[in-house]
């Protein structure tokens, strides 16, 4: 097994017998000084993973919350490049901290994948999620990300059958990504018994990790889902705070502070499991 970041991360959560909380910020949201300081500081709240949006104008798979965080990012100025920057930034600070990069590849295609790469690594991101990359793409990025040393993270759903998800497995590494409900971002929650049987049914055919996000908006529900998840993920009830703080022209200050004591509730739903 590599010895990478999201690696040693899982093997001491394992001994410490806790899920880890991986948080969802769209880079640059609602501008990119605010979005910066809001990002630098989920660590240090409580989160075990950063997933870290990169804004595009059409992602399809997210719901309204998400849709509207990569607006407001790409009507402030935000860009791949400058993700990439506060990343570096992040870095200077924090070299410990996982980071993945999700998205869509339009961005990634535009940038050229070979710059996208030098820099990613550069910079130190450790896996990418690209949701509009299916697994018969694997040529476009997955295989050059993965030769460059950074994970490749599959997302599985509900309706991905057995068949399928030997297809979706064959390349993925650093951890899966159980969708919980067939659907869109920050709509309703999964039913526990429906996650367990799903996540053993993947256990069957892989020893990565797993992750399990969608509709995971409180503590309570950070620690039911971390009974049986090796992570769990929340992005929409953090970005609906960012939008609420937006609305209210609340100062930077303010804005990262409420996050940060939203990120820190949901940390401690993450506590050894019984």
């Known amino acids: 097994m590599a010895d990478t970041r999201l690696n040693k991360l899982f093997t001491r959560l394992k001994t410490?017998?806790?899920?880890?909380?991986?948080?969802?910020?769209?880079?640059?949201?609602?501008?990119?000084?605010?979005g910066y300081e809001i990002f630098a500081n989920l660590a240090n709240a409580g989160a075990d993973v950063i997933e870290l949006g990169m804004p595009f104008s059409d992602p399809m798979a997210d719901g309204p919350a998400i849709q509207l965080a990569n607006l407001r990012a790409l009507a402030s100025g935000m860009t791949l490049r400058k993700t990439l920057d506060q990343v570096a930034a992040f870095r200077e600070k924090n070299a410990e901290t996982p980071i993945i990069l999700m998205g869509y590849y339009n961005p990634i295609y535009h940038m050229g994948v070979k710059n996208f790469l030098n820099?990613?690594?550069?910079?130190?991101?450790?896996?990418?999620?690209?949701?509009?990359?299916?697994?018969?793409?694997?040529?476009?990025?997955?295989?050059?990300?993965?030769?460059?040393?950074?994970?490749?993270?599959?997302?599985?759903?509900p309706t991905t059958d057995d068949n399928r998800l030997k297809v979706v497995l064959k390349?993925?590494?650093?951890?899966?990504?159980?969708?919980?409900?067939?659907?869109?971002?920050?709509?309703?929650?999964a039913q526990q018994a429906d996650v367990e049987a799903a996540l053993n049914r993947i256990r069957n055919q892989t020893?990565?990790?797993?992750?399990?996000g969608f509709?995971?908006?409180?503590?309570?529900?950070?620690?039911?889902?971390?009974?049986?998840?090796?992570a769990v993920v929340v992005g929409s009830a953090i970005i609906d705070i960012i939008?609420?703080?937006?609305?209210?022209?609340?100062?930077?200050?303010e804005t990262v502070e409420k996050v940060s004591a939203f990120v820190g509730q949901l940390a401690s739903g993450c506590e050894p499991r019984d």
Request: aromatic fraction near 6%; hydrophobic fraction near 35%.
């Open 243 to 253: 939008k609420q703080c937006d609305e209210t022209q609340a100062d930077r200050a």
């Open 215 to 230: 509709g995971i908006k409180t503590a309570e529900h950070v620690k039911a889902t971390g009974k049986y998840a090796d």
């Open 171 to 189: 390349n993925a590494s650093g951890f899966v990504y159980y969708v919980s409900i067939a659907g869109i971002t920050g709509t309703a929650s």
């Open 16 to 34: 410490e017998n806790r899920p880890a909380l991986v948080t969802f910020v769209t880079a640059g949201d609602p501008d990119p000084e605010t």
């Open 119 to 157: 820099r990613a690594d550069e910079v130190g991101i450790d896996g990418l999620i690209i949701v509009d990359l299916p697994s018969e793409e694997d040529d476009e990025l997955c295989h050059p990300a993965r030769a460059q040393g950074i994970d490749w993270i599959r997302l599985t759903t």
């Open 207 to 212: 020893d990565l990790p797993l992750a399990v």
